[in-house]
């Protein structure tokens, strides 16, 4: 998976989506998010329960730990499912850590190095996308210097594989809703993750301008079809 995603809704529109209560949903911008090309560094809005009632905020996309930038490690965007329960970067994360970002899309890219063509993949239903996600960050402790969040990512499957040999994993809603759940275990959380997450026939995919290429910029026509269906 390539490191841009969008959000466009508002962060009470993606709580609606997963029922959040109206005393929650109330009390988030009903503005929307409208961001075309959120990319790795920036804040990004996260969705999370470790609070009494679920609530949203904004964490910088990536994270590095504290002995990994002793060592100059490099600051990671994804996690891999199929390691990230045992690897040192993300274990300790497992059980207090998982969040959801939402999104409505991500990008792709595919050729070869400096002509390599953006693809924009989103839900064929249009529904949002609720992306299994990790952090460092915790209620009642400051975040660090390389903190803030990963996506978890997973092989892309059969029908994927023709933009990318990887895909974040992007869970249903109820699903989502465990997944943040901290009495949900670790071991019930990887579960979910390898083999609940959405499959590739529920998603579609198309080529779009390299206008999202530009850090910085954000616009609708990023995810419009380069070429008419």
């Known amino acids: 998976m390539c490191g841009r995603i969008t959000q466009k809704a508002s962060p009470a529109d993606y709580a609606r989506g997963l029922s959040w209560p109206d005393s929650v ?5 009903e503005v929307p998010i409208d961001n075309y ?3 790795p560094g920036a804040g990004h809005w996260i969705m999370h329960c470790m609070e009494e009632a679920p609530a ?4 910088p996309w990536g994270y590095r730990p504290s002995w990994g930038a002793e060592k100059n490690l490099p600051v990671a965007i994804n996690a891999r499912i199929e390691n990230a329960l ?4 993300f274990r300790g ?3 207090n850590g ?3 970002v939402p999104a409505d899309g991500w990008y792709e890219w595919t050729g070869e190095r400096g002509s390599k063509q953006p693809w924009y993949v989103r839900r064929r239903d249009g529904a949002p996308l609720y992306m299994a996600a990790l952090t460092n960050f915790r209620l009642d402790k400051e975040l660090s210097e390389d903190g803030g969040f990963v996506l978890v990512t997973a092989s892309a499957g059969g029908g994927m594989v023709d933009i990318h040999d990887r895909r974040p994993v992007v869970l249903a ?3 989502a809703q465990l997944w943040m759940d901290a009495g949900f275990s670790k071991e019930q959380a990887e579960h979910m993750a390898r083999y609940f997450a959405l499959p590739p026939d529920s998603f579609e995919w198309y080529e779009v301008s390299t206008e999202v290429n530009k850090v910085g910029r954000s616009t609708p026509r990023m995810i419009e079809p380069l070429h008419a269906h």
């Open 25 to 29: 949903v109330s009390a988030l911008p």
């Open 37 to 39: 090309n959120c990319t």
């Open 56 to 59: 949203m905020r904004e964490l």
């Open 86 to 89: 045992t690897s040192a970067y």
């Open 93 to 95: 994360m497992w059980k």
């Open 98 to 100: 998982r969040i959801i």
């Open 173 to 175: 809603p109820e699903d």
